[in-house]
Structure formats: C-alpha cells, structure tokens
C-alpha cells in the first residue's frame, strides 16, 4: 500500500510539473504582456526556499482546511516546490526553439493550445525528462513532510515502511534492507530509463554553444 501511495502521490507531481512547467514557460518567453518577467521571477524565487521551512506554516493552514492526512497535504507541496526547478529548466530549453516554427503555425492557423502541445512540447523531450528525473527523486524519499503531515496508513509512502521494522530493543535488519532495496528501485528505474534523453539534450546544447 505505501508504495502504491508513493507511485500515486509522486507520477501525479511529476505530471502536474512538468505540464505547469511548459505552461508557464511559454507564458513568460514567449507571450509579450506587461507583467511577464515578475511573474517569472517570482516563480523563480521558490528555489530559494527551503521545502522544510514551510512545515509549520503549511501544518496550520492544511489543520484549517481540513486537508491533514489527505493526498493533497503531500501533493500540493512537491509540485509548488518542484515547479520553480522545473520552469527554470524548462525556460531554458525553450529559448533554443525557433520563433518562426511558432509563427508560421499560427499562419497555418493553430491556436494556442495546438501550438503549446503539439509544436512546442514534442520539441522539449529531454527538458521534460530532466524536470521529470529531478522531480521525481526529489520527493520520492521524502520523509519529513509525509511525517508531519500523515498520521494514518491511507496515505503514507514508501520511507514509511523502514520504520514499521524499527523496533525500541530489536529491527528485523533483513526486511529493513529489502524494503530499502524496493524504495531505490523505482527512483534507479526512472533514472536508467530517462538517462538517455538528459544525455541528448546536453549534447544538442553543447553543438549548438
């Protein structure tokens, strides 16, 4: 189950990244309106903030809300504190893109949605798997925030099972090492599988350097 919650939790704030990411991307280099690069820089500003200083600010509002112990308490967090990573990736990569493919889509008469998903997104292939790869291991063994704000089993992750075989006297060290083993394979998964395109797309930033 927790690492059902730990796929879940983390294959949503990778999604939700990645697509806020490409987003605001093109939201801040590419449209032209007066607020455009605040706004960036603001987003941008995230990056220097640390992800546990906000646990007991966050505590107190999702203790408000109703939100503790909900998916949304872990997922709000990863994708707010992922995303300034991600659009700065993501920016990056997009500025190698040629205006003119965007302008001669719109003379061929695409709107804006076609040209953000269909024109610009199959061109960031290695953006997206770098924003992918960080954001994925970035949460993946994160323990302080599920700690602080999950207190049933519903929703705890993976990191949670190491403590299930902690004992006050004794730990059953044999199922603390396989239990370690399955919370690594995942994240070594993601890395083999995506590597390749990481790999591409510094090499295509080097040529074109």
Partial sequence: MYLKNSILINGLAVVLVILVSIMAAFATRRMHWKMSGLVKTL???????????????????????????TIWALLIPYVAFSLPQGLFLTTSFMESIPVELEEAAVMDGCGIYR???????????????TVAIMTFLNNWNEFMMASTYLSSPKWKTLPFSVLEFTGEYSSNYA????????????AVIVYVVLNKHITKGVAMGAVKG
């Fill in 115 to 129: 040209i953000v998903f269909q024109i610009i997104t199959p061109m960031l292939k290695s953006s997206i798997a």
């Fill in 43 to 69: 987003l941008l500003m995230g990056m220097m903030i640390p992800i546990h200083a906000t646990l007991l600010p966050n505590y107190k509002i999702y203790s408000q809300l109703g939100m503790t112990d």
């Fill in 175 to 186: 199922v603390q090492f396989a239990v370690m083993a399955l919370t690594a394979a995942p």
